[in-house]
């Protein structure tokens, strides 16, 4: 097999972070099944290239609720950065930054949301809905007064799944796990809330005045409750292969999503993002953002904040040039005539 810039970069982060933490990134539940499935997924996805297209200039700009972006490629929400970087989250906003990049935040954080220095309007905020729902309250709260323009609630988790590297407790001192929370009489109350259903979707609303987007969604019927419920945005993920083992890639998940929902509500997807190829791949899809997790995670082991916004120029490019090479010089004229 051939390798690409990003396996690259992944030996270097992996013999850079102690086996434990590199072990806990990159792994997946169970056999890793999804996660490799979401990765070859994408791979038999074949396009059909136009040709004759003026494409002497691309343009990537779209908007993600609303807001404008250089890009449809963002940073999916994954926790405790500060087991990879020093500088932890601060390192990776600021890479966001530097890249032009929305970045979602992991409540997960190492760092207080205050201390973080996220670029108000510019980022989202992932929730759980934690068993001790008014911890989850206080979060969401802080997270809009930081400047959140969005509350993520990831409904994928109602328990977790056993990983390579399963208990974060084994990772993460206790100091660090409450950092966002304050000090809690019973660690359980931190676990996700296995009650969690869609009347929690208008409950995050109402208390942060926030559009909610759904993150964990597979099937096109849940996608629909999230929207009925209040939903704005629906987001197609398997949780990089961390959850269910024998669940559906996003690859091919997406398409009943987006079917489902119809144009006026925006659907994102992760998974196995690799090249700017699947971005667009996605894209043609019907996926209106297209997010990465572990490779910012990566960039972020190897060269902090300039890994991370490394990592995501490197997307860009990718798919302006997949986009020439298809011939399209807008994101808004990817569509599904492009699948093979
Ligand atoms: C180390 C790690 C930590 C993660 N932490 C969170 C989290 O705190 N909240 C969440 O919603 N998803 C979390 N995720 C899932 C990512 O948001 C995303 O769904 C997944 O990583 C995308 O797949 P990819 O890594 O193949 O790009 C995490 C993923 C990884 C790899």
Redesign the pocket.
């Known amino acids: 097999m051939t390798s690409n810039w990003l396996d690259t970069l992944e030996r270097e982060a992996a013999g850079l972070l102690p086996p434990d933490v590199y072990a ?2 990159a792994g997946g539940s169970g056999f890793e099944d999804a996660l490799k499935r ?1 990765r070859s997924a994408w791979s038999r996805i074949t396009l059909r290239p136009d040709a004759l297209v003026d494409v002497s200039r691309v343009d990537l700009s779209t908007t993600l609720l609303g807001e404008r972006f250089d890009a449809p490629l963002a940073i ?4 405790y950065h500060g087991l990879t970087h020093p500088e932890a989250e601060r390192a990776t906003a600021d890479g966001a930054t530097k890249s032009g990049s929305l970045m979602v935040l ?3 954080a190492s760092l207080r949301l205050e201390e973080i220095g996220l670029p108000s309007g510019r980022w989202w905020f ?1 929730s759980y809905v934690l068993k001790d729902r008014a911890l989850t309250e206080q979060m969401v709260v802080r997270a809009r007064a930081l400047g959140a323009r969005a509350v ?1 609630l ?1 409904v994928d988790a109602p328990v977790l799944a056993p990983r390579r590297q399963s208990r974060n407790s084994a990772l993460v001192p206790q100091a660090v796990l409450e950092v966002n929370t304050g000090p809690v009489t019973d660690p359980e109350m931190l676990e996700p809330a296995p009650d969690l259903t869609e009347r929690d979707i208008a409950g995050l609303h109402e208390i942060s005045g926030l559009p909610v987007v759904v ?1 964990g969604v597979l099937r096109g019927d849940t996608a629909r409750r999230c929207v009925d419920a209040g939903a704005a945005a629906v987001w197609v ?1 398997n ?2 292969g ?1 959850q269910l083992d024998a669940a559906v890639s996003t690859a091919d998940a997406l398409g009943e999503v987006v079917d489902a929902v119809g144009a006026d509500t925006e659907v994102y997807v ?4 690799s090249t700017g190829v699947d971005a667009l791949r996605a894209l043609a899809l019907g996926a209106r953002g297209v ?5 910012v ?1 990566w960039g972020l082991a190897v060269n902090g904040a300039t890994g991370v916004a490394d990592v995501m120029n490197r997307y860009v490019e990718e798919l302006v040039l997949a986009m020439r090479l298809c011939g399209r010089s807008q994101v808004s004229a990817l569509g599904r005539d492009l699948l093979g």
């Open positions: 806990w990134a979401n999916a929400p994954s926790g992991s409540s997960r992932q993520v990831t993150k993920s949780h990089g961390r992760d998974g196995g993002i997010f990465v997790g572990r490779p995670v």
